[in-house]
């Protein structure tokens, strides 16, 4: 017989008869009469017990039942006779009577006699009936309801209940019952529903095993069986009733082997075969799967590969559902799915690329928990978010910033550099949303790693270079961009609630750390704070006046240009407006504002000031006010949150200690020198921005300090912080003055050139008795000047050229011998050394002669003489122009005796070319500029050495945007058209981009800019650029379709920018204007037949270009344009010239752009045949786009690679100024600005006629910039058939002296060098004196007469 282990915690029961007696208990006393039953078996009751009928009350039937109760109770399996002896009764408690009892209390105690019956009779029990044995488990199970209340009396008993059904498994006798399924749902459901949070652990554990001993013994589980424990993984029950839901969580991991194939039977019916009835469950399915997951993920064995075939399924809904539901399963921290499931996890990744957007996005988010959760998937998904980086969705771009930076700023290393990677691209996004994300998620990880080194050093390495990408936003147009880089840079870089002392500590290390760009942009950034700061000095300053309506008008534009500073300028100005009214009416308002921008006002007293004027304009009844926001923005951007007088002492006292060698340099990543010389540099930033902050004894001696240093940088910067801050030294700190006098003098003599610069105008600045300190400096070394020793000679050329021009009416008159004497006679017009013959178009500074470098510093000498006197009475200027353009004609080389080398002449063409244009920024000095010159300054722009095309560029950009040089020299940008260099190509274009918009914001904001629109007017650029085209030496056969494609190209690279919008229907008045040019002449050349047939040429290709690109052309001018008489004749009254100079077929040939053979320019060093530019001869395909000079033997199929590919090769390296004709030296040529166009020109180079140094370079490479032929190479084709001579490009033909022909013939060579020498000889260099150098027969047209007008000039 079964024997079963014995009962835990037995009730104590009262037994009626006054005695208390326990499951240990005998009873001895005999029992009871019997009495027949119904089907006339006699009915043993225990002893004391009397019959149990419906004839006594419910309170007696209960006390008899307890009395049964304790028998069975105290019943085992070993007690046959009893066993026997109670049959009947056993029987007749399962009787109707029992079982359906209305009273509570009876149908307990029966279900406690049954369970024990059930222990008793195992295994074998006393019912036979399955309809009786059914009634009795449903009976049962009602019963275990009573669980639910364990506060209940009787809750021991309903314990005794479960614990007694649990241990004996009385449950697995329903197996033989065909419906025995309805008996398990029902207790199952029973258990479930009763379970709660007051059931100790021994009520839990026995449910489970009476429902596990139900699971693991059975044939299999029915889905309805399954239903009633998965229901309680749903998230609704689940949150109803958390126990249930651990009831069945530990039930599934206990039966996980026998439950798995039933698990799988239902997911596979519900996901494969679709029957979405076989269970009320199946809309809970990816809940199911995501808890059964996390249950036990041996519970999903078979389940997973049906979710790969979800994940491929057409409905994109039902993807999204499946990716949710995998992101979980993937990210869940302790899951191991990815690993042990790699084809379902790479499937899973593809969804990253799925079709439909909400699948994407779904899957970038579930990145970010995987990252955190699982390292080592990094890099898995590194390359899909690398992909979803550049969603076209703006939501999923955003989405892979959150993921990354939530993910980095739980901890760094969880993403790589290459995330990071994409978080910095996205700065650039092109949407302003991703942009901020991106910067704002990236500031946050500085400031964690860097600023507060919350993961020590190698993090802080990783994420350093943040601070550099942050601030280099500030390069970007969007106004937006900007003020969140403030934002970013007052709260993450340097925040602003540090202590003074911390946070110029942290400013200090910032800067000394940042890269050059960076640094240049926070220059910007606080040069734009200040000057926003003096926009709103200057509206409270037009309030004081009385009102009038040159006041108002003043009033409005203000207001327009601080609106320009603000977000969304369109809605800022109405902000403005209404904030300017509000200052008008409020003095108190005034007043906290005028403190604000006060030079003095301290970082606290900003903060208070702040605060005051928002809670005064607050609005409590409106949470979110516009108008607040938009004037905070302007607050923000005024307020002195980081410097006053406190913070730079605290700035000098750190660089003291970095100077004494007591700082934290070397902890900070930075070494002592670096840190004193970016100190220096950043106090000399401030100085311009915080003058007022720099005055005390204290820091002025720190920085005489660093004036003893031997650091000539430090120095430098030190002289101008004085130079910027010291305008009370002499009143209010004698001591010093005394002190700095000694030291400025000896830095203007014999200082660096910089340092000489500032010293002089340090002195000019802040001294009143300067033209004695002048005089003092100025006489010592006018005298002193010898040019035989050039490197001692540099510093004073400095210093006498700024002394000149800061004081005109003392030195100008003695500074007119020095050059007369000295500069043009003795420096400029004498070769002392011989440059090496390397052959190099350009050398570093270190690396240049002091010869060339004392003529350099010459030149621009002169250059300030004559900005000093503005004035051209003694005809000074003429002279030096006429010097200027002689050096340009000579290609650098003035005296033409071949003594220097090419990289010198290089310096020096570059220096005359750019005093012509610092000279044309003074008007009176513009109005005597001729032509010609003009045309010789335009030509530098295409010089054969990159580097001087380089700067130049840079040099006319600088100027023609701050509107100093007049508007004729933004048609040289034209020319860059030619350069075979895609950036500077590119470059060109963004400058004029730049000049063209400021020009025309110049005009909207300025309405006295009206009278001046001859000079200011973008449009008004075309006539300059057809008069410099048609004087471009390349341009010699107005016929010549390559020479008039290459025209068309330099005409379309200015029109195609000017022609971007039709702003008052400009594309008319452009047309216009080449119209009425074909009906003057040629003002330089007005009697010339082919000069003026070039010039109708090039007006006929600039309106064949206009009217192809653009349709709205054809409308009526709104005014007619007016052209400049310095280049253009009057028209006379009876011309007409309706001529077409190129004819219909050319005319398409130029529009259709037939493929040519070569680039615009054929080499990227194209030889010049004036200063600039050389002639250039016709490559073929395959020696445009090699990149080795003819020496080298290549096949045929290497050379023809196309011209990108050879252009590309040029701006990657290959652009040094070598002379080497066997290999390339890739060295990395000057740097040049970045640029964002960077699309291919597929322009090819166009054919020009071979001159001899032309002939010397037959095969010069695309891609070998600045590299020549070594010189023994030249005989080679010296000594071959000679080429006819064309004239210099720029340059006027000149008579050849007598016997040079003879001398040709007989050396068969070109005459070009023999003609140069002899036409220079023909005035000796010894006549040109104050720099009356000539360049013969260039006077012709100089002399004559003037235009009757000049172009009105801006700066007038």
């Not at 409270?540 to 240009?561: I, R």
């Not at 600088?958 to 100093?964: F, I, N, Q």
């Not at 320019?1161 to 200063?1171: H, I, M, Q």
């Not at 340059?1291 to 013939?1305: C, L, V």
Request: charged content about 25%; overall charge neutral; aromatic content about 6%.
């Amino acid at each position: 017989m079964l024997h079963l282990p014995e009962l835990h915690e037995r009730p104590v029961e009262d037994c009626g008869e006054g005695k208390f007696i326990t499951s240990s208990t005998r009873m001895d006393f005999p029992a009871t009469q019997p009495k027949p039953a119904a089907d006339g078996k006699i009915i043993y009751y225990p002893p004391g017990v009397k019959e149990i009928t419906d004839k006594i009350t419910n309170d007696e039937v209960v006390k008899r039942l307890k009395m049964v109760v304790k028998t069975f109770m105290d019943m085992d399996q070993d007690s046959e006779d009893e066993k026997q002896q109670y049959l009947p009764l056993a029987l007749h408690l399962a009787s109707e009577f029992f079982l359906r009892n209305p009273n509570k209390d009876v149908r307990l105690l029966v279900a406690c006699c049954l369970a024990d019956i059930f222990r008793i009779y195992a295994p074998e029990a006393p019912y036979t009936s399955h309809d009786k044995l059914k009634d009795i488990f449903l009976f049962i199970t009602r019963q275990l309801k009573g669980l639910e209340d364990t506060k209940s009396p009787q809750f021991n008993r309903y314990f005794y209940l479960l614990e007694n059904l649990a241990w004996v498994k009385s449950y697995n006798i329903c197996f033989e019952l065909e419906d025995c399924n309805e008996i398990f749902i029902q207790l199952f459901r029973t258990l479930f529903s009763v379970i709660n949070n007051s059931h100790n652990q021994k009520v839990q554990m026995h449910m489970l095993d009476l429902m596990s001993s139900i699971i693991m013994e059975g044939d299999g589980v029915t889905q309805e069986l399954l239903d009633s424990i998965l229901i309680n993984l749903i998230p609704a029950h689940k949150n109803l009733n958390k126990q249930a839901f651990d009831l069945a969580k530990v039930l599934l991991k206990r039966t996980v082997q026998t439950i798995e194939p039933c698990i799988a039977n239902f997911f596979n019916q519900v996901l494969v075969l679709g029957k979405s009835s076989v269970s009320d469950l199946s809309e809970h399915v990816f809940d199911l799967i995501q808890e059964l997951f996390a249950i036990d993920p041996h519970l999903l064995l078979s389940v997973m590969p049906q979710l790969e075939f979800k994940l491929k399924s057409n409905d994109g809904e039902e993807r999204l559902a499946v990716v949710r539901l995998l992101a979980k399963l993937f990210g869940s921290k302790d899951s191991d799915l990815a690993t042990q499931n790699r084809p379902l996890w790479q499937c899973f990744l593809g969804r990253f690329n799925d079709i439909h957007v909400p699948v994407r996005l779904e899957s970038v988010k579930f990145a970010s928990h995987c990252l955190m959760n699982h390292p080592d998937l990094a890099k898995d998904l590194t390359e899909y978010l690398k992909v979803r980086s550049h969603d076209p969705e703006e939501a999923i771009r955003h989405d892979v910033i959150v993921t990354i930076i939530t993910a980095g700023k739980r901890d760094l290393s969880l993403v790589n550099d290459q995330l990071l990677g994409f978080v910095r691209e996205r700065t650039l996004d092109k949407r302003w949303r991703v942009r901020k994300e991106a910067m704002m998620g990236l500031a946050q990880l500085y400031k964690k790693y860097c600023l507060h080194a919350e993961a020590g050093k190698d993090a802080a390495e990783k994420v350093s270079w943040i601070k550099d990408k942050l601030l280099h936003i500030y390069y970007q147009n969007s106004i937006d961009d900007k003020l969140l880089v403030e934002k970013i840079f007052a709260q993450y870089l340097v925040p602003h609630n540090l202590e003074t002392e911390e946070r110029m500590k942290c400013l200090y290390y910032l800067y000394a750390s940042l890269d050059p760009n960076a640094v240049k942009a926070l220059n910007e950034m606080w040069k734009c704070q200040n000057m926003l700061r003096s926009h709103v000095r200057e509206l409270l300053d037009l309030h004081k006046q009385p009102t009038s309506e040159a006041n108002s008008a003043a009033m409005f534009g203000k207001l327009m240009t601080i609106a320009k500073n603000l977000p969304d300028p369109g809605k800022a100005q109405d902000f403005v407006k209404k904030f300017n009214q509000v200052l008008g009416d409020d003095e108190k308002l005034r007043s906290q504002l005028e403190l604000l921008i006060s030079p003095t006002c301290s970082c606290k007293q900003a903060d208070v000031c702040v605060r005051e004027i928002a809670r005064k304009l607050a609005n409590p009844k409106q949470p979110t006010n516009p108008f607040l926001e938009m004037v905070k923005f302007l607050l923000e951007r005024i307020a002195p949150v980081h410097i006053d007088s406190e913070a730079i002492s605290a700035l000098v006292k750190l660089m003291n200690k970095s100077i004494e060698g007591t700082a934290d340099d070397e902890e900070e990543g930075v070494s002592p020198d670096t840190a004193i010389r970016a100190g220096l540099e950043l106090l000399k930033v401030l100085s311009f921005t915080h003058p007022t902050s720099f005055h005390s004894a204290e820091t002025y001696e720190s920085l005489l300090q660093c004036l003893r240093m031997e650091d000539d940088k430090v120095a430098e910067a030190a002289i101008q912080i004085f130079r910027n801050t010291g305008h009370k030294i002499e009143t209010d700190l004698p001591q010093i003055r005394s002190t700095l006098i000694p030291i400025l003098h000896q830095k203007a003599k014999r200082g660096t050139p910089h340092q000489a610069k500032q010293a002089v105008h340090c002195i000019h600045a802040i001294f009143s008795n300067k033209e004695v300190q002048l005089a003092q400096i100025f006489e010592p070394l006018s005298r002193s000047l010898n040019a035989d020793v050039p490197e001692q000679l540099i510093t004073p050329l400095v210093s006498l050229g700024h002394i000149s021009m800061l004081a005109p009416d003392q030195f100008a008159s003695p500074m007119k011998s020095v050059v007369a004497n000295f500069i043009v006679k003795d420096l400029l017009m004498n070769d002392r050394s011989t440059g090496e013959k390397n052959g190099k178009l350009w050398s570093p500074d270190e690396e240049v002669s002091p010869e060339v470098l004392a003529k350099v510093q010459a030149i621009k000498l002169l250059v300030r003489w004559l900005l000093g006197m503005k004035n051209n009475q003694s005809k000074s200027a003429n002279s030096t122009l006429r010097l200027l353009s002689a050096m340009l004609v000579s290609e650098g080389d003035l005296t033409e005796q071949k003594r220097i080398s090419k990289s010198d002449m290089s310096r020096l063409r570059l220096a005359a070319g750019s005093a012509i244009m610092k000279l044309a920024q003074e008007p009176c000095y513009h109005e005597i500029i001729t032509p010609e010159q003009f045309q010789l300054c335009a030509l530098v722009i295409n010089d054969e050495c990159y580097q001087v095309r380089q700067i130049f560029a840079q040099k006319l950009h600088k100027a023609l945007v701050k509107l100093l040089l007049p508007l004729e020299y933004m048609a040289i940008f034209a020319l860059c058209a030619k350069d075979p260099v895609k950036e500077r190509r590119a470059h060109a274009r963004q400058c004029l981009l730049k000049n063209i918009s400021i020009r025309r914001e110049y005009i909207k904001q300025n309405p006295m800019a009206n009278e001046k629109l001859l000079s200011l007017l973008p449009e008004y650029v075309v006539p300059y650029m057809i008069h410099l085209l048609a004087h471009d030496p390349d341009f010699t056969k107005p016929q010549d379709v390559d020479q008039l494609r290459d025209v068309k190209e330099c005409l379309w690279f200015m029109l195609e920018v000017l022609m971007t919008k039709n702003e008052n229907n400009s594309h008319a008045f452009m047309k216009k204007m080449a119209e009425n040019i074909k009906l003057t002449r040629d003002a330089q050349s007005p009697d010339e037949p082919k000069a003026n047939e070039k010039l109708y040429t090039v007006c006929d290709v600039a309106l064949c270009v206009i009217n192809s690109k653009s349709a709205l052309c054809n409308a009526d001018s709104p005014k007619d344009p007016v052209l400049p008489t310095k280049f253009f004749t009057q028209p006379e009254k009876d011309f007409c010239n309706d001529r077409n100079y190129i004819s219909e077929e050319t005319r398409v040939l130029l529009l259709t752009g037939k493929p040519k053979p070569t680039g615009v320019l054929g080499t990227v060093n194209k030889p010049l045949s004036a200063t600039g530019r050389r002639p250039y001869i016709r490559t073929t395909g395959s020696e445009t786009g090699s990149n080795i000079s003819v020496n080298s033997e290549l096949s045929s199929s290497a050379g023809n690679r196309s011209r990108e590919q050879s252009s590309d090769i040029s701006e990657t390296g290959v652009s040094e100024n070598d002379e080497n004709p066997v290999r390339i030296i890739s060295v990395t040529p000057a740097k040049t600005e970045p640029v964002k166009n960077k699309e291919i020109n597929s322009d090819q180079a166009t054919q020009g006629n071979s001159t001899e140094r032309g002939k010397k370079r037959t095969a010069t490479a695309s891609g070998t910039e600045n590299i020549h032929q070594k010189p023994e190479e030249k005989n080679v084709d010296e000594t071959g058939p000679s080429l006819a001579a064309k004239t210099r490009r720029g340059r006027p033909p000149k008579p050849e002296p007598q016997g040079t022909t003879a001398k040709n013939e007989e050396t068969n060579k070109p005459p070009v060098r023999g003609r140069k020498r002899a036409a220079v000889s023909q005035e000796s260099p010894g006549s040109l004196e104050a720099g009356n150098a000539k360049a013969p027969k260039q006077q012709d047209t100089a002399k004559k007469p003037a235009a009757a007008q000049r172009q009105i000039d801006l700066q007038r």
